[in-house]
């Protein structure tokens, strides 16, 4: 009888690398019957619902033709026993409860063809058991009380959820992970963390999800801590689709982002002058160390083929310096090269990502340039098929100020010592950049990285601060466009106020900015809106009459800054900038439905908070504290809510980088200067340290995933 279980289970295993990933689930009628082993042991916290679990499994299978062996014994976990099962699914289990030798006959089964199913706790089990990592997905870091919260069901196609709507509201306990599985496996349902307390993985956090493993099956849910939950029709359907998965009954795709495996860096198959070196906050506890000018790593396992888009998790408290990723060999094809920054500390991480171009098909290889010494060490890295402008919101817009200067590119400090300050360690801001006091014209560092953040944040649309004809932030221009290209970011304009402007200038500045940049392929023009470009003209009250501007809108956007529709005669929509009153969102409903009746483009701005303090000493303007990032989702809740923000067609965010007024998503250091009293990111959506620094742009990706 264990015979024929196995040959049954190798035949459904061959079928389905015959057909392939996306095949059409066969229907419960067809499938054959099937033994499950349902094991419960627990070395940790025992959850009350796991009898009520094992008996609702058992009623399904009833229901559906399978057989339940319940256990707490890992004896039972032989080669010989586990041969009899077409799925193993660990129910709540908890801590180490598995020796090596039930470890080992539980990767031999699943490797070889058989199914896994982890319910809830089976991520807080085999910490020391690298491979049960993998298996899982992700291990458990910490929950919040049970509350209710609302799923969104990312896959609707997979048999465990093909019974659901777009979202799903339940209650029960919301694990948080260590990491995030997304780039190892197919993500099945994911929370929204905006819908309850607690949640700490920002704008990404998976909770149901599933992905092959070996010539087997794996598939995990962190839903099931109540015994209310096995009540619930919807989640007993979702065990049932996910245990037909695990055993080979039905196929699915389950497939990983293409290309978004994670690697590790320090598994490299040649190189030359690099070693692995430890380091126990990095992926494995290991990184890609000891890296000079000149280095190289080869990973034999890797394939460049396809390859559009290279992110790495990075460290340096060396020089910092530039990985190249080339196909074939250290000296091959150049596919696309990115900065990395000094982190501050060998520990300390940040994310770096960069578009490849070029065709390829031979192995990777990263080379590494920079200064003298040490320059950064690699922890892990992925390469994407998807460009990576397909990830961006165009309807998203981050204003970027291009103002600032250093003695090192402009030749002197520039907008840094505002306030009366001196830089470099004292600068006009109330926070000081991860990047120091940097200089906007500094195109293959600030700028590119700069770029590269914005790409992490899911905006598509940069708004430049625009100060006039030869005006220094217009001599930038080309660069930064040049700049955001290569990433597949747009940009439009900011026009700001500049003395003795006018509606007649501004009509002759729109006209300078099409003809002189219009061409350009960063140039931002909106597809919904007839291919218009778009032009945000601050204070724009500040002129009473603007007839001048219809020689214009026929082909460009230009939006007023104000929500009094009856001041927006002749503009094309409106904004609001201002990063204090989308707390409260006075007016914006009404300007949005107004927008909306009229076909005008509305664009409420919010902001993460604002403090100028340094910048402008004895300034009354209020502030607004960053409260860990809830201000920041307060603004974002009360742009998308249509009963408060009006349905806008774009969210502009205030700011990428305007330091003086503290409203900044650019990365802000978690260590800066001392004797300065500067602020940090520290405790932001609950990060500390480099993700600290990043947060506030992941929360964006967050929320433009939402908007989007």
């Given at each position: 009888?264990?015979?024929?279980r196995?040959?049954r ?9 015959l057909?392939?990933?996306?095949i059409?689930?066969?229907?419960t009628a ?14 940790g ?18 229901q ?16 010989a ?8 699914v660990?129910?709540n289990?908890?801590?180490d ?7 080992t ?22 910490y ?8 899982v ?5 910490s ?8 799923i ?28 995030n ?39 995990y ?37 293409a290309?978004?495996g ?5 598994s490299y ?15 494995g506890?290991?990184?890609?160390g000891h ?11 890797v ?8 992110t ?8 910092g310096?530039r ?19 000094v ?7 940040t994310?770096?990502?960069t578009?490849?171009t070029?065709?390829a ?6 080379r590494f340039t920079?200064?003298?010494g ?8 992925s ?25 090192a590119?402009?030749g002197?400090?520039?907008h840094?010592?505002?306030g ?7 600068v ?28 992490r944040?899911g ?17 930038l ?10 990433k ?10 500049y ?15 099409n ?13 919904d809106?007839g291919?218009?470009?778009?032009f ?11 007839t ?5 809108t026929g ?5 007023a800054?104000?929500t009094?529709t009856?001041r ?8 609001t900038y ?5 707390a409260?969102?006075?007016?914006w409903?009404?300007?949005?439905d ?11 701005s919010?902001?993460?908070g ?11 303007t209020?502030?607004?504290a960053r ?15 249509p009963?408060i923000?009006?349905?806008p067609?774009?969210?502009s ?9 503290g ?10 200067p001392?004797g ?8 932001a ?10 947060a506030?742009l ?7 995933g939402?908007?989007?």
């Open positions: 009888m264990n015979l024929m196995t040959l289970r190798c035949t459904a295993v061959a079928a389905m690398s057909l392939g990933a996306l059409t689930p066969m229907s067809h499938a054959a019957p099937f033994e499950v082993l349902v094991f419960s042991k627990t070395a916290f025992r959850h009350d619902a796991i009898p009520t679990g094992i008996n609702t499994l058992r009623t399904l299978g009833q559906n033709d399978f057989t339940i062996t319940a256990t707490e014994d890992a004896g039972a976990f032989t080669t026993n586990l041969a009899a099962y077409e799925a193993v660990f129910l289990t908890t801590g409860v598995l020796n090596t030798t039930q470890q006959a539980l990767q031999s089964y699943v490797d070889g063809g058989g199914g896994y199913l982890g319910v809830h706790a089976a991520a807080d089990t085999e020391d058991w690298p491979y049960y990592g993998q298996l997905g992700a291990w458990f870091q929950h919040p009380a049970i509350q209710t919260a609302t969104r069901n990312e896959d609707r196609t997979h048999p465990a959820t093909s019974h659901l709507g777009a979202t799903w509201t339940r209650s029960d306990e919301w694990y948080n992970y260590r990491a599985p997304r780039p190892n496996v197919h993500v099945l349902q994911t929370l929204d963390e905006s819908s309850y307390s607690g949640g700490s993985m920002g704008g990404d956090h998976p909770i149901t999800w599933c992905h092959p493993q070996g010539q087997g099956r794996s598939f849910t962190g839903l099931g801590h109540t015994i209310e939950s096995y009540a619930d029709a919807n989640f007993r359907s979702l065990l049932l689709g996910g245990l037909r998965y695990a055993a080979g009954q039905v196929s699915a795709n389950c497939s990983a982002p290309g978004g994670q690697v590790e860096a320090e198959t040649s190189g030359s002058g690099v070693q692995a070196a430890a380091h126990a906050p990095a992926s506890g290991q990184t890609l890296i000079d000018n000149g280095d190289w790593a080869g990973y034999s396992g394939t460049t083929a396809g390859a559009r888009t290279f790495a998790k990075v460290s340096s408290a060396g020089a310096g990985i190249e990723v080339r196909s074939g060999s250290a000296t091959g094809t150049l596919l696309g090269s990115v900065a990395v920054p982190t501050g500390g060998w520990e300390t991480f994310t770096v990502t578009t490849l070029g065709s098909t031979g192995p990777l290889f990263l920079g200064g003298g040490a320059l950064f060490d690699v922890d892990t890295f390469l994407g098929t998807a460009p990576i402008a397909d990830a961006l919101d165009d309807n998203v817009h981050l204003f970027y100020y291009p103002w600032y200067g250093s003695p590119v402009n002197s400090w520039r840094w010592q505002q009366g300050r001196t830089p470099p360690n004292d006009g801001a109330d926070f000081y950049p991860t990047l120091g006091a940097y200089d906007s014209g500094d195109f293959a560092g600030a700028v590119e990285q700069h770029m590269d953040w914005v790409v944040s905006a598509g649309v940069l708004v430049y601060s625009w100060w006039g004809r030869g005006s220094y932030e217009d001599q221009a080309r660069g930064v466009l040049d700049a955001a290209a290569e597949g970011i747009k940009v439009a304009w900011h026009l700001e106020p003395g003795g402007r006018s509606a007649a200038s501004t009509v002759a500045d729109i006209q300078y900015i003809s002189t940049y219009g061409s350009h392929p960063a140039f931002y023009r909106s597809a809106h291919g218009k470009n778009a945000y003209v601050f204070q724009s009250l500040d002129i009473p009459d603007w001048a501007l219809d020689q214009v082909n460009s956007i230009v939006l800054q104000t009094d009856t927006i005669a002749h503009f094309s929509g409106m904004y201002d990063g204090i009153a989308g409260t969102a006075p007016g409903k009404q300007a949005g107004y927008a909306r009746a009229n076909g005008l483009i509305w664009s409420p919010v902001a993460p604002y403090v100028d303090d340094r910048a402008v000493p004895g300034n009354t209020p502030t607004v409260a860990n990032g809830a201000a920041y989702d307060r603004q974002w809740n009360n742009a998308l809510d009963a923000g009006g349905n067609t774009w969210v965010v205030t700011s990428f980088n305007e330091w003086h007024e409203s900044t998503i650019e990365p802000a250091d978690s260590t800066p001392a300065q009293n500067y602020q940090t990111y520290n405790g959506y609950g990060q500390t340290g480099a993700a600290a620094e990043t506030y992941d929360r964006t990706a967050y929320w433009a939402r908007f989007q």
